[in-house]
């Protein structure tokens, strides 16, 4: 690869691990819907929301013991 090519790459996966545009763009509900019994923790205890999501997963406090940061339901099966 050309070196400027490799300057790219490496200027975006810095970009990317930086946090620099690194936004929370949101959810689809219908990923979120995983039962109580099928859900795989995601999170660690007292995580917020907004941290949650920041990883990828899906928060929902409503339903006592049963993990509150959980993974997507396609990367549950």
């Known amino acids: 690869m050309e070196t400027r090519t490799l300057w ?8 990317g691990s930086s946090g620099i545009g690194a ?3 949101g959810l689809a509900l219908s990923e979120c819907k995983v039962p109580p019994e099928h859900r ?3 999170g660690f205890p007292g995580i917020s ?3 949650c ?3 990828g997963c899906c928060f ?3 339903i ?3 993990p509150w940061c ?5 990367q549950t099966e």
């Open 8 to 15: 790219l790459m490496l200027l975006v996966l810095l970009a």
């Open 23 to 25: 936004e929370y763009v």
């Open 40 to 42: 795989k923790d995601c």
């Open 49 to 51: 929301e907004e941290e």
């Open 53 to 55: 999501n920041h990883r």
């Open 60 to 62: 929902d406090s409503s």
């Open 64 to 66: 006592l013991r049963a």
């Open 70 to 74: 959980f993974f997507l339901l396609h």
